[in-house]
């Protein structure tokens, strides 16, 4: 069995996106059970909505552009624990 | 199908009111709304273009009260309203009228706030803008640079925060956000001078 990958979710507190962050957290939850080593929400600043799975930064607004489809996340943990 | 923006207008509320609104709810989107209120009211703004209007200009504006950008923005509008007498600005709450928000995408992509929509006459849209302008942006961004380069313990401007240990990420954070504090006196005039060519730019002289 694959080693169970940490994932880490940077959002805009001031922002207000706490639903989104909660939403990916859940559909997270709910895909995956134990096999998510732990969810990180780190609440910052600056319009931030980062999601790390891994050492891989899946998403980032700045970069990307808006908000990650949360079956992107999804493919994500699972090619991680596939890999 | 494109959204009646006479109706929507009618259906905003005024500035006077969002502020009201603010202040009842208390908490950190009235600790917002009282430094950018502040901020505009000790800014050195140019008054000018507004004043050289024949006639008062429509402003349908899309917002939200937890967003920085809008508690700047909205007091800079209602400080240059209250002094010409050329603004009739009308407030919506972004996320009731996603409609809206996706008929005046910023930079054709995405909902920022806040939305500034200029109304001719008749309530057409003649011209919108988003955010904050593009020369304020840049500024802060060079000040958060040399931030860190006095700072290296933060671990580089490029470093994402969830990469640094928790004592750290809040001691950048703080030294951020009161980087941003000592902005304002440029960057009000800033955002009023952006405001001033997206109205007057369309406007009727």
């Known amino acids: 069995m694959a080693n169970p990958v940490p994932v880490k979710i940077t959002y805009c507190s001031q922002c207000g996106y706490a639903p989104q962050t909660l939403e990916l957290t859940s559909a997270l939850m709910k895909e995956f059970g134990t096999d998510i080593a732990s969810i990180t929400i780190i609440p910052w600043h600056d319009g931030a909505f980062d999601v790390r799975v891994g050492s891989e930064l899946v998403h980032a607004m700045e970069r990307d552009g808006g908000f990650p489809k949360n079956q992107t996340v999804i493919d994500a943990v699972r090619a991680h624990l596939q890999g | 199908m494109s959204v009646n923006l006479s109706a929507k207008f009618n259906e905003g509320r005024t500035i006077d009111q969002v502020k009201q609104e603010v202040e009842h ?3 950190r989107g009235a600790e917002m709304w009282a430094f950018g209120e502040q901020s505009a009211e000790k800014a050195n703004i140019d008054f000018g273009p507004f004043e050289a209007l024949d006639k008062p200009v429509n402003l349908l504006i899309l917002s939200e009260e937890w967003c920085p950008d809008c508690t700047d923005g909205l007091p800079i509008v209602d400080r240059i309203a209250k002094e010409t007498g050329k603004i009739n600005a009308r407030v919506l709450k972004r996320d009731e009228n996603l ?3 996706d008929q005046f995408l910023n930079k054709g992509l995405w909902r920022s706030i806040p939305t500034i929509i ?6 057409n849209a003649v011209n919108h803008i988003a955010e904050r302008p593009d020369n304020v942006t840049e500024r802060r961004t060079e000040l958060r640079k040399q931030l860190h ?3 290296p313990e933060f671990g580089g401007f490029d470093t994402r925060p969830d990469e640094l240990e928790p004592d750290v990420r809040s001691a950048r954070m703080a030294a951020e956000a009161a980087l941003k504090a000592t902005t304002v006196e440029w960057s009000v005039p800033a955002i009023a001078a952006w405001i001033a060519e997206a109205t007057t730019a369309t406007a009727t002289k």
């Not at chain 2, 200029?118 to 309530?123: A, G, I, K, Q, T």
Request: charged fraction near 40%; hydrophobic fraction near 40%; charge should be negative.
């Open chain 2, 118 to 123: 200029v109304l001719d006459e008749e309530f």
């Open chain 2, 25 to 27: 709810e208390g908490g």
């Open chain 2, 149 to 151: 380069a006095e700072h």
């Open chain 2, 99 to 101: 409609e809206l928000a």
